[in-house]
Each structure stands twice: as C-alpha cells, then as structure tokens.
C-alpha cells in the first residue's frame, strides 16, 4: 500500500501538498505531501489499514499553537479532526465525569464548564490548543494542567489501525510530557471535575484572561518556547542573557516576554529555529543552564514532532 493509494482511497478527504505550516501559529513553515481531514471515526476505521501501511510518517494537527513546521515540504500525511470531534458531555452531580473530542478548544471547553458550575478546568481559558494537543503536551499553567483532571483516553493506533484506551496512570504525565506518541492520534479525553461555586469560577477566568493579557504578547507566537528548567524561569534566564528583542530575519525574541518567540509575516521557520538555537546557545554560555524546546517542531532534519 503507497501513499498514492491511500490518496485515492480517501478521495476528497485528502489534500495534496496542502498548506501545513500556515495553519500553525506562527505561521511560517511548509506543506505536507498530504492533508488528512478526518470528520468522523467512520474515516478512520475506512482509512486506517491504509494509513498503518502507506509508509509516510503521520502527524496529528490540532490548532498548531505548539508546532513549529518547516520551510519546504513535510514527506507525510497531516491528520486533522473534525466536527464530530469537538463535542463536551458531561454527567454526574457532585463529582462530574466530562467527555471532550481531541479537536474541541480548551478556551471553549473552560467557559463551558464554568458557565455550568463545573470547576476546575478555568486554568485552560488562556491555552489556545485543542484537547488532543493538550493531552499529548500535558498542557497547564496558573496552578492547573491536564495532568490534573484527566482520567482516560481513547486514541487512534495508527501502526495497529484500531482504537485503544488508556488510563490517566499509563498515559505517564509529567511536565509538558506524556506516553502519547506520534503514531497515536488522540480521539477524545475524559476527565474528573466537580460542581462547585460558578461565580468564583467566571471571577477566575476573568483574571487569568487579564492577566493573560498584560504579560504575554499577541501576534504570531507558539507561547513558551522553552520548558521551565527546575526551579528556574526559562523567561528570566533568557531575559538575564540580554536576548530581549534579540532578531534572526523575520523572528524575534518578545520584549514583553522573553520566553516567546514573535514571528512577523514573510518570517521563515528557518529564522524561528535558528533563533531557538541562538538563544538556547547563549543562555547556556551566560548562566549555564541548557534549555530544552517544549515548542514541537516537524520537518527538520535532525527531529520531530
Ligand atoms: C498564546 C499562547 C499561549 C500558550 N499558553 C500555554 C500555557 O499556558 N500552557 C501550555 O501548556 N501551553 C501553552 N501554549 C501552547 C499550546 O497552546 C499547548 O501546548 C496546546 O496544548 C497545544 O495544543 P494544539 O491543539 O495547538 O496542539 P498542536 O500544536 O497542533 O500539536 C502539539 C503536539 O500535539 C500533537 N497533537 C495535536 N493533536 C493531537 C491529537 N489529536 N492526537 C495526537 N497528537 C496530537 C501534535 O502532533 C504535536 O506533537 C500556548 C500557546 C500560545 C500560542
């Protein structure tokens, strides 16, 4: 089974050399040969033998708001979710067990529960990604993450072509990280909430989003560039290295937050990884500590996502 075969099969489903890049944040990088839009569990259980068997590498996209593309063209297929993957269920009185698909945004999901006087998910109202990506990055932030709540998964194999389950135990969430591999596309997530005051709740949300607003910079940005190294900033270790404002060619580090990386328009994403590369460099020769990417990248010759 070839690439060309899975194109044919999947019919209008699939895009050839279709924008990948583009539909990052940043908005710089490549195609990919093939983009996969997969609406409904039906595509993958029609496609998946096929998927499993064609040869190419897979990527999964969710609003690529931690990715990183190349310049040029990614050899595989871009799987992309759709509607029937952006639904929330939730069940349950005091303890509320909620299901959410891997392609529903976690700012929706967050007003959502909150609007419903389920709490404990406010955090995710500033984390521009979706639940498949969330999971896959353990995302989290102002005292919260995924790690936090989640209890399961179901998830596509793309070598076995079947749907697993995994528990909250064996997806191993540490920070920024999970068991989650390149070869299994996220399919939906549940987690463990509980009702609690809505008020205090929409009050929360309120300030994370102000304070969301004052310290980080809009524009096109993938949000922290560089995992926190332990007990440090990655932010004041670069800022301490005097890289604020610091440009390769259309990227350059903010001034309002050091560890984001702003990309103007026409940028390539040979500038934002040359420049993660400069300033990783600089603040290990400045303060000795090396920091490592919690950007994904994909398409570059020596990693991938
Ligand atoms: C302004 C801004 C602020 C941010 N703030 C935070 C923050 O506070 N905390 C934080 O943790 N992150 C933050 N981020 C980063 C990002 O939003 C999170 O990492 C988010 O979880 C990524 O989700 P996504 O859907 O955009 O994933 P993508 O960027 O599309 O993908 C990220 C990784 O997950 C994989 N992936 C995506 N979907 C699936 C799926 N369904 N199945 C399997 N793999 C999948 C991709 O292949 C890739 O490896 C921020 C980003 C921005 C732009």
Excluded at 15 to 24: V, W
Excluded at 58 to 83: R, T, W, Y
Aim: net charge negative.
């Amino acid at each position: 089974m070839s690439g060309e075969e899975l194109l044919r099969l999947a019919g209008s489903r699939a895009t050839r050399h279709a924008p990948f890049g583009s539909r990052t944040t940043y908005r710089v990088g490549g195609t990919s040969f093939m983009f996969l839009d997969i609406a409904s569990l039906d595509d993958l259980l029609e496609l998946g033998v096929a998927l499993s068997q064609c040869g190419l590498p897979v990527c999964s996209l969710g609003n690529g708001s931690n990715l990183l593309v190349a310049d040029g063209e990614f050899p595989g297929v871009v799987v992309k979710l759709g509607e029937a993957f952006r639904s929330l269920v939730f069940t349950g009185d005091e303890s509320v067990t909620v299901h959410a698909g891997a392609a529903l945004d976690l700012p929706v999901a967050a007003r959502r529960l909150s609007d419903q006087g389920i709490v404990g998910f406010e955090w995710a109202v500033g984390v521009p990604g979706t639940f498949g990506g969330a999971v896959v990055m353990n995302a989290g932030g102002h005292g919260g993450d995924m790690a936090a709540s989640v209890t399961g998964v179901r998830l596509w194999s793309v070598p076995a072509a079947r749907v697993i389950e995994r528990t909250a135990k064996e997806l191993q969430f540490g920070y920024r990280h999970s068991s989650v591999s390149h070869e299994e596309i996220v399919l939906d997530v549940t987690m463990q909430l509980r009702r609690g005051d809505a008020l205090a709740s929409k009050g929360q949300l309120k300030e994370i989003v102000r304070w969301r607003r004052e310290h980080q910079p809009g524009g096109a940005n993938a949000g922290s560039v560089f995992r926190n190294p332990v007990a440090n900033s990655a932010g004041q270790l670069i800022d301490a290295a005097g890289l604020k404002g610091y440009r390769v060619g259309g990227a350059h580090v903010s001034e309002k937050h050091a560890n984001f990386i702003q990309v103007d328009e026409g940028a390539r994403a040979s500038d934002v990884r040359e420049l993660m590369a400069y300033v990783a460099t600089t603040v290990e020769a400045v303060t000795g500590v090396r920091l490592e990417s919690e950007v994904r990248t994909v398409g570059f010759s020596s990693e991938d996502a």
